[in-house]
């Protein structure tokens, strides 16, 4: 059975904090992806990343850097955590061409 | 404006009724379009995907493409509460790009016994 696994479910943490998450695949996978998830907004995507430490911006990267340097291990630093940044953050994961992208559960983020 | 539109609802039906879903597109370079459900508190997990125009059929579920109107369809047949989720569309740019998926707003759907 396929799976995705993310650090924590729910995090709150404080303005200026440095955030990390962390996403885990066993499926032995290339493509490693972090979306956001707002209302009325869908999926976003954040960064994601072909191989080990191979990384392509998304479409929001603006206050977020992220490291692979393992292939199954793909991580989400937020350097300064603002209120704006409150969401829920997915992960996901797939093999190279025509494949579908496994997600994890997410983690619940609560910049106060 | 958005590559990808979907109606955010909430839908609500009654159990039986049938479901149906839909999202626009703006980027005619969308040949593979895909169906994702999204359980609350969940991440979203793949429905069925089609390529090019047509009807693709499982079981309950039918997924139409009209390329001609940029305008994907799924629809749910005898609708049970276990459907009630959220339905996202999403479509990769290009075949080189099957990471990128578009992804529409999501559509939550409520099925009431």
């Known amino acids: 059975d396929v799976k995705v696994t993310q650090s924590s479910r729910y995090l709150v943490k404080r303005t200026g904090e440095k955030v990390f998450l962390e996403c885990v695949q066993d499926?032995?996978?290339?493509?490693m992806f972090w979306y956001r998830q707002d209302p009325g907004l869908g999926l976003r995507l954040i960064y994601f990343s072909y191989d080990v430490k191979m990384k392509e911006k998304g479409d929001i990267p603006e206050g977020y850097s992220v490291s692979r340097e393992k292939k199954e291990r793909f991580s989400l630093i937020l350097e300064s955590a603002s209120t704006n940044q409150t969401s829920m953050y997915l992960c996901a994961s797939s093999s190279q061409g025509p494949d579908t992208q496994y997600f994890g559960p997410g983690t619940r983020l609560t910049v106060l | 404006q958005k590559e990808v539109e979907q109606d955010p609802g909430p839908l609500s039906v009654p159990e039986g009724a049938i479901v149906s879903l839909n999202c626009t597109y703006s980027n005619s370079a969308f040949q593979y379009f895909m169906w994702y459900r999204q359980y609350s508190r969940k991440g979203p997990e793949l429905l069925m995907y089609t390529y090019s125009s047509g009807n693709k059929e499982d079981g309950r579920f039918t997924a139409q493409v009209d390329k001609s109107s940029k305008y994907i369809s799924l629809f749910i047949r005898d609708s049970q509460p276990s459907d009630s989720a959220t339905y996202l569309c999403a479509m990769p740019p290009s075949t080189d790009s099957w990471g990128k998926l578009q992804f529409g707003a999501g559509t939550q759907v409520v099925v009431t016994p």
């Open positions: 499926m032995d996978h290339e493509n």
